[in-house]
Nanobody, 126 residues
Framework: QLQLVESGGGLVQPGGSLRLSCAAS????????IGWFRQVPGKEREGLSC????????YYADSVKGRFTISEDNAKNTVYLQMNNLKPEDTALYYC???????????????????WGLGTQVTVSS
């Protein structure tokens, strides 16, 4: 069974940091693009950051560029999102996605993917 399971969300103060994890099971992340999206009720989903296991290319949305870093641990079949200098407007449900053979531009920019997890809530508040 193909599965993506996110963890690491929580409540953090503005300016703080969190690291989200996305563990894949039932398939290998090799030859996939993997990404992080977020969703706020009433707003359109946003593709934040994507990484290609094929060539290591990455994509960052302007809203998170310079603050968030995506990385991958092939041995653990897990992708991470390090989030620094968090702002209240970063509050959202964060979920990871994956798709075989996709480019990071197609996934994050075109918002196309084949698998997704249930998400982890991130709340930034004082």
């Amino acid at each position: 069974q193909l599965q993506l399971v996110e963890s690491g969300g929580g409540l953090v103060q503005p300016g703080g940091s969190l690291r989200l994890s996305c563990a894949a099971s039932g398939f290998r992340l090799d030859y996939h693009a993997i990404g992080w999206f977020r969703q706020v009720p009433g707003k359109e989903r946003e593709g934040l950051s994507c990484i290609s296991s094929t060539d290591g290319s990455t994509y960052y949305a302007d809203s998170v560029k310079g603050r968030f870093t995506i990385s991958e641990d092939n041995a653990k079949n897990t992708v991470y999102l390090q989030m620094n200098n968090l702002k209240p407007e970063d509050t959202a449900l964060y979920y990871c996605v994956a798709g075989p053979g996709l480019t990071v531009a197609t996934m994050c920019g075109g918002m196309k993917y084949d698998y997704w997890g249930l998400g982890t809530q991130v709340t930034v508040s004082s």
